[in-house]
């Protein structure tokens, strides 16, 4: 299937099915665990923190498959076509907001394990969440867009969003692309959903 030949992009438009389909499917999956955390304040159940935090889990999974292959789309473009220095693409706002919201949901299991009380775990980390969430925004779609960066549709770019601006994406990449979102946005439902029944049975084996 031919592809529309975006400057710079070229064929590496392709990157576009894995790369953004992973980051929506992400914030897909942080949203559900972001619901699931405040369930959990308002009712007090142990399942929706288990299901908080798996989903959570996944999506951070997704998060940096979306990095790694950011990672490479950029080597064959900001680097080799555009022929950016490596130390310019390592300073590119788009790859350190990324990094920050990766680590700051890190921290949110580094926080949960941390603590051997099962209720307060489950306070704390709901809170928590709810805080990772929101630095989501600022950190990879506000402070990136507020300056200059190599990232299409980016301030100072010379080539569009084939992600976000509609007139940038034909009718080619949507046959492929919004089925891309929800396959992997499934893919990471259905992970998420094994590893909370997995998380049940081991519930039950140690209450035997």
Partial sequence: MDVPRLFI???TI??????????FAMMILFIVSLVYSIKYLRTGSIQQDISASQFAAVGVL????GYITGAIWA????????????????????????????LIYGAYFVLRGSFTDIDKRARVSAVYNIFAFSMLFPSIWIIPRLVGSLHPGSPGSDS?????NYNDIDSRLRLVFYPAIIGWTLLGVWIATLRI?????????LIK
Wanted: glycine share 6%; net charge neutral.
């Fill in 75 to 102: 080597n064959y473009t900001w680097v080799t076509d555009q022929g950016q220095s490596l130390a310019a693409v390592l300073k590119e706002p788009k790859l350190i907001g990324a990094a920050i919201a990766l």
């Fill in 9 to 11: 992009l070229n064929e």
């Fill in 14 to 23: 392709r990157n576009l099915y894995f790369h953004v389909c992973m980051w």
């Fill in 160 to 164: 569009g969003n084939p992600a976000l």
């Fill in 197 to 205: 029944r997995l998380n049940q049975i081991a519930d039950k084996e």
């Fill in 62 to 65: 997704m998060g940096l498959l």
